[in-house]
């Protein structure tokens, strides 16, 4: 621990330095731009990319957000149709909602959208999605700028606004689930010098600051921004930490035809490795004991860094032609100790735990990809064709998994701390866990405009791939394949008037799998069938809504099972399901009520069932509520107090009906409501200076989010955060 410490500390010194600098620059910019007025520049935008008009790369489009509502996209379809043109169901969370609801993680910014339920997160280090129904931790879904990357937390100080493209024409992204993808867009730099410096404080104890400044390099035709952060809150259970601090420098360049982009982003972070709380098997309830109490050990830390680096560049050929290039390089690499749970006896409330550890799990990639788009007239019709293709390559090893045995006797409900040692022996039979996987994706699309009310859209996807996984000492071979699958898509719009537009879509999905699963081996690749019927509106000038209808059939749906053996050893199992049925209805809307009035809200309902399967047919996915629902209000006052100053409040609702906790449905998560309000008093100076105030989980409901979901799914159930206040102030330059 002392040697975290040290870097933690040093770590410090390095934050501070960077502030330092960026606040120096911040001073020269503004000393030369004030006779040019940019003290109102800044006092107008903050920073914000919403009034900047930033540039943007990576198929993210060229329009950004007014508020909360998105005005234009084109990451659904990777080119500039309009959100009402594309044959998908399309959700923005913009910059404006992530600011007013202070929200730090991906699962704070997905609770405003439909379809959307948490998975298993690694003891609450890494992002897990579950789309439309299907979704796993790190399985590509959660992209940057649209490429995928290993980061295991994708939204951080760098996020400008979060696109969910739902439904199969994620197949733009390579090899995807059919229900979607997570599109998150980072912020570029800016022609115009503008920038924040944030202090929050947490009522958890502790807090965090921000840095984030951009502008044009004089003389030049390059722009800047440097971003940094650090945090350091106690955690909210009984014991632990998060420490995390984050430096992220970007570089644009712009010139008559061409844009060109380069990031970088290094993460340092340490946290709590925490699976949640157990539930008695017996009545499917969690246990009595206080939420905040841990059943584990104070070593339960998941102590890593990540980087990613990021080149994009967009050429104009013509008026009418354009090409992208997009390359990223990712990695993670941490080393986690825990107590972990293996079994409880609910008559005497005692535990039998196991000290387990993963030294430098290490998790590469790169990405890149290369996209011709062109706008041509074809037999008197006008056609918008995209033609391009995209590279992964990963790699996955984990080296020493330390195992010891199983020690009983912690009682829950009088928890003695100290009793389980950690461990360093190295289970040989585990240890270098290999995952190494390429796959190349192919494809070309034409939106073809009939007339001005018909489109018709129409793709095909060529999809290689070839993997590689197994473990142990010696080294045992699971997954050893290769394969070649084509795929198409087709779609149709009808814009009943131009704030109004119909939508149908058919596709196919393939995803090939790996396994280094000791029982099993080489599995086959999933398939599906995608069906989406929806309606999207322009309301009252400033609302986007979009309702949809989807059906989706999956075979060999891949899960993975862990099984508690009796002299404390875990074996793992992967399986396949013969076929998954998930359907539903959605319903997003975002936007602006009246000039002083926004809003975001979402619904949806789904139904899904294992269709075929020796063990759990007739059952529901497990995680996935049948039910989800948000609504997120706020009101700006304007000028207040007869003052130039400003104040804008608002508050809303999440939650979900239940959910089954595993598999087999033999217990479920229990549906909750959480309420969340904020209030932003900005007091408009030389340097306008911003106080907001955050109230999260108002009425501290207790509930919960996710589950391990195999076969020790009671012993690991992911726990909402309690009520926390937190109080912050920026301000902009």
Not at 48 to 73: C, E, K, M, R, W
Not at 253 to 269: L, P, Q, S
Not at 310 to 330: G, T
Not at 539 to 552: D, K, M, N, V, W
Request: charged share 20%; proline share 4%; net charge negative.
């Amino acid at each position: 621990m002392s040697v975290i410490k040290r870097r933690l500390l040093g770590t410090s010194s390095l934050f501070a330095t960077v502030v330092l600098a960026g606040l120096a620059t911040a001073a020269t910019a503004q000393a030369q731009t004030a006779t040019t007025n940019a003290n109102q520049t800044a006092t107008e935008t903050g920073a914000s990319d919403t009034t900047l008009a930033p540039i943007i790369l990576s198929g993210s489009g060229d329009s950004d957000t007014t508020g909360y509502q998105p005005v234009s996209n084109s990451s659904a379809t990777r080119s500039n149709l309009p959100l009402l043109d594309i044959p998908q169901a399309v959700n923005i969370v913009s910059d404006k909602v992530i600011e007013d609801q202070a929200a730090k993680t991906l699962d704070d910014v997905l609770n405003n959208v439909s379809s959307i339920n948490q998975a298993n997160t690694l003891g609450g280090t890494q992002d897990a999605v579950m789309r439309r129904g299907f979704g796993e931790k790190i399985d590509g879904s959660v992209l940057t700028d649209g490429l995928r990357t290993v980061l295991p937390r994708s939204v951080n100080a760098t996020t400008d606004r979060v696109e969910v493209l739902k439904g199969p024409s994620s197949a733009l992204y390579g090899i995807q689930e059919p229900g979607g993808v997570i599109n998150v867009i980072t912020k570029k730099p800016q022609e115009k010098f503008g920038g924040s410096i944030t202090a929050t404080g947490s009522s958890f104890g502790g807090g965090s600051t921000q840095l984030d400044v951009t502008g044009p390099i004089e003389g030049t035709d390059f722009a800047y921004r440097l971003i940094g952060s650090y945090e350091d809150v106690d955690y909210w259970r009984n014991y632990g930490k998060t420490k995390q601090w984050l430096i992220a420098p970007s570089l644009s360049w712009t010139g008559e035809d061409t844009k060109v982009n380069v990031a970088y982003t290094h993460r340092d972070y340490l946290l709590p490795f925490d699976r949640g709380q157990i539930f008695d098997e017996t009545t499917g309830k969690p246990v009595t004991t206080d939420p905040k109490t841990q059943f584990t050990e104070r070593y339960n830390i998941t102590d890593g860094r990540s980087d990613l680096f990021s080149v994009n560049v967009e050429h104009d050929l013509s008026d009418d032609w354009k090409v992208r290039f997009d390359y990223n390089y990712s990695q993670d690499v941490y080393s986690d100790n825990q107590a972990r749970i293996m079994s409880y006896d609910p008559a005497t409330g005692n535990l039998t735990r196991r000290a387990d550890s993963t030294n430098d799990s290490t998790q590469k990639q790169h990405a890149v990809r290369m996209d011709l788009q062109g706008d041509v007239d074809i037999a008197g019709f006008r056609n918008d064709l995209l033609i391009g293709a995209n590279y992964t390559d990963y790699d996955l090893l984990r080296s020493d998994m330390i195992r010891c045995s199983a020690v009983g006797g912690f009682n829950i409900y009088n928890p003695v701390y100290g009793t389980l040692p950690k461990c360093t022996t190295v289970a040989a039979k585990d240890s270098d866990q290999t995952i190494q996987q390429k796959s190349l994706t192919a494809y070309v699309q034409d939106a073809v405009h009939l007339n001005d009310q018909w489109i018709l859209i129409g793709g095909l996807t060529l999809q290689h791939y070839d993997q590689y996984a197994g473990k142990g000492r010696p080294f045992i071979v699971a997954t050893d394949a290769e394969g070649f699958e084509v795929t198409p898509r087709a779609g149709i719009v009808y814009k009943v008037t131009p704030d109004v537009s119909l939508y149908a879509t058919y596709a196919s999905s393939f995803m090939p799998q790996s396994s280094i699963a000791d029982v099993i081996g080489e599995l086959p690749p999933e398939t599906g069938k995608s069906y989406e019927v929806g309606a999207k509106f322009e309301l009252l000038g400033g609302l986007t809504a979009t309702t949809a209808f989807y059906h989706i059939d999956k075979r060999n749906v891949l899960y993975n099972e862990t099984i508690n053996n009796a002299d404390g050893t875990t074996t793992s199992i992967s399986n396949t399901s013969g076929k998954v049925m998930s359907q539903g209805f959605e319903f997003d809307i975002a936007g602006a009520l009246t000039d002083n009035l926004s809003m975001i809200a979402s619904y949806s309902y789904n139904n899904n069932e294992v269709v075929e399967d020796a063990q759990y047919q007739g059952n529901n996915l497990a995680n996935v509520a049948r039910h989800t629902g948000s609504l997120y209000l706020t009101y700006d006052f304007g000028e207040v107090f007869g003052t130039d100053n400003t104040l804008k409040i608002g508050g809303g609702l999440r939650g979900r009906s239940k959910a089954p906790g595993n598999y087999g449905n033999d217990y479920y998560l229990p549906g909750y409501v959480a309420a969340d309000a904020f209030a932003t008093y900005t007091i408009q100076t030389e340097r306008p200076i911003a106080v907001q105030l955050n109230l999260k989980n108002l009425f501290n409901k207790t509930y919960y989010t996710s589950s391990l979901y195999t076969a020790g799914a009671y012993l690991g159930n992911q726990i909402g955060n309690p009520f926390e206040a937190s109080l912050s102030v920026k301000m902009s330059f």
